[in-house]
Nanobody
Framework: QVQVVESGGGLVQAGGSLRLSCAAT????????VDWYRQAPGKQRELVAH???????TYADSVKGRVTISRDGANNTVYLQMNSLKPEDTAVYYC?????????WGRGTQVTVSS
């Protein structure tokens, strides 16, 4: 079993920065990959960023250049550094961790960007 906990969300003004963390714990050595998703009220959940255990990354066009995903393999923790935040980045951010054939979700962390 794998537990996933997101943290680091909060209220920030437009143009500000936040760093989200995704900590995965449990009986596994390392994840296959980790995705950060977000879901704004009334909208579908969308993929924001992706990182493999080898460190390869991809980003949604909407955040490219403003967001960096990184990992601490020793602690199975993945970070999402978000800069130049915009009001449209307001959403609940979720972490999805793929271990073997299973994928595990956290409960999310709220990010609110005020204009």
């Amino acid at each position: 079993q794998v537990q996933v906990v997101e943290s680091g969300g909060g209220l920030v003004q437009a143009g500000g920065s936040l760093r989200l963390s995704c900590a995965a714990t449990g009986s596994f050595l390392r994840f296959n990959y980790v995705d950060w998703y977000r879901q704004a009220p009334g909208k579908q959940r969308e993929l924001v960023a992706h990182i493999t255990s080898g460190g390869s990354t991809t980003y949604a066009d909407s955040v490219k250049g403003r967001v960096t995903i990184s990992r601490d393999g020793a602690n199975n923790t993945v970070y999402l550094q978000m800069n130049s935040l915009k009001p449209e980045d307001t959403a609940v951010y979720y972490c999805n961790v793929k271990v073997g054939l299973m994928a595990y979700w956290g409960r999310g962390t709220q990010v609110t960007v005020s204009s």
